[in-house]
């Protein structure tokens, strides 16, 4: 069978082969996860990992608003902009403490009812949810959110939790 590139003798056998097979097929299974982490793989600037939650109150029909902790902490609010199956396309606002404003895609929450009697429902932006830039240090910022949560319709609540990864690029001053 010969020798490998690294001078190490071929291994031999069925169960030698299938080992080195398994071992392949992960190293490629990894490379294809890391690959496939939104604003990971992509990032030519600087990635960071973020997370953290949001607590919102409905304050009409078809819009939130309320504040973000953890990474993001600052002010966040939602628009509802149409129904889709099993879901809403919403619209965000998110201004971090400093100021600064980060701008979000469009995104759709998936809502998934619940048999409690008080109008709880789960929602899940099964998607997340796609940052596309914003002001000062989210300037050409991009990344993806994941959010999941509960929303209580009787008290007009909701309380998600938020996780991803934002690239942030080099803001020229000037």
């Known amino acids: 069978m010969g020798k490998l590139r690294s001078g190490k003798e071929r291994p031999k056998g069925k169960l030698a082969r299938a080992k080195m097979g398994v071992g392949l097929t992960l190293l490629s299974g990894g490379v294809l996860l890391v690959s496939a982490v939104p604003g990971f793989a992509a990032c030519s600037g600087q990635p960071q990992h973020v997370a953290g939650g949001i607590l919102t109150d409905f304050i009409d029909q078809s819009h ?6 953890g990474d993001l902490r600052g002010s966040v609010g939602v628009e509802i902009l149409s129904a889709i199956p099993n879901g809403f396309r919403v619209h965000h606002h998110w ?6 404003q980060i701008f979000l895609a469009d995104a759709d929450v998936t809502v998934f009812p619940t048999s409690d009697p008080n109008g709880r429902a789960l929602g899940d932006y099964l998607n997340g949810v796609n940052i596309i830039g914003g002001t000062g240090r989210f300037d050409k910022a991009s ?9 209580d319709l009787s008290q007009g609540k909701l309380t998600l939790r938020y996780e991803g990864t934002i690239c942030f690029h080099p803001v020229s001053a000037g």
């Open 143 to 151: 990344g993806n959110l994941g959010a999941w949560g509960a929303v």
């Open 64 to 69: 939130t608003d309320g504040i973000a902790i």
């Open 95 to 100: 201004v971090i403490e400093s100021g600064d």
